[in-house]
């Protein structure tokens, strides 16, 4: 079955900390993966997306994720973490055909103590 | 920029009422979705769209319905609105070409009482 999950429910770190969120997926092939964040009482929005190739991405705000095949993950990260980086963050996984869906890890919670 | 617009931020209704939940997108892109949003459940499907008039089922399209009448409005329906569709709802568009790359309104939060 296809499924992501996101290990950490909430993590708090301290402004100017490095940050790491985990995700990892079931999916039977190679599928399009992405990061998406959700600030308070908003939309989802896009900040990375990985196709094909190089396995590490760069995204939006500084962030970057990287793609472990053998791990089946695509962690998140971000060198120095800003006060306005506390937000939802969903990690997705969405097939290659027009018939496929984008599947919603179910999120997690960043908190940044200033 | 694409700008995916839902028409309510928030709604409070009654049990039994209709409920529509509106969503316009002015990007001229194929592709609609609605999805519910739950603490620790992430986004499931509900409905979506790949043309005007057509609908597809998603994951938990039980007591809801959908409309695309036109091209950048797709509105989903709560027939006779229940407690247990409180919730926060998400409409999102992309186009045909890059399907899977999702631009999302700002959500309703719909409680229903």
């Known amino acids: 079955a296809q499924s992501v999950t996101q290990p950490d429910i909430h993590i708090t770190v301290s402004e100017g900390a490095s940050l790491e969120l985990r995700c990892n997926y079931s999916y039977g092939a190679t599928p399009y993966l992405f990061w998406y964040v959700q600030s308070p009482g908003q939309g989802l929005q896009l900040l990375l997306k990985y196709f094909s190739g190089d396995t590490l991405v760069q995204g939006i705000k500084g962030f970057e994720a990287e793609f472990k095949r053998s791990q089946s993950s695509f962690n998140l990260r971000k060198p120095s973490v800003h006060w306005s980086d506390a937000a939802e963050y969903f990690c997705?996984?969405?097939?290659?055909?027009?018939?496929?869906?984008?599947?919603f890890g179910p999120g997690t919670s960043l908190s940044v103590i200033p | 920029d694409v700008k995916v617009t839902q028409s309510s931020r928030y709604l409070v209704k009654r049990t039994g009422e209709k409920v529509f939940l509106e969503c316009v997108q002015d990007?001229?892109?194929?592709?609609m979705f609605w999805y519910r949003q739950d603490p620790g459940l992430g986004l499931r499907l509900i409905y979506f769209s790949y043309d005007v008039k057509m609908k597809e089922k998603g994951d938990i399209p039980e007591g809801y319905s959908v409309s695309r009448e036109k091209k950048e409005r797709f509105s989903l329906i709560l027939e006779s609105a229940s407690t247990n569709q409180t919730s926060m709802y998400l409409c999102a568009s992309s186009p045909q070409l890059a399907k899977n790359i999702q631009y999302f309104g700002a959500g309703t939060r719909l409680s229903v009482l």
């Open positions: 990007m001229d892109h194929e592709n």
């Open positions: 997705a996984v969405g097939g290659k055909t027009s018939y496929d869906k984008v599947i």
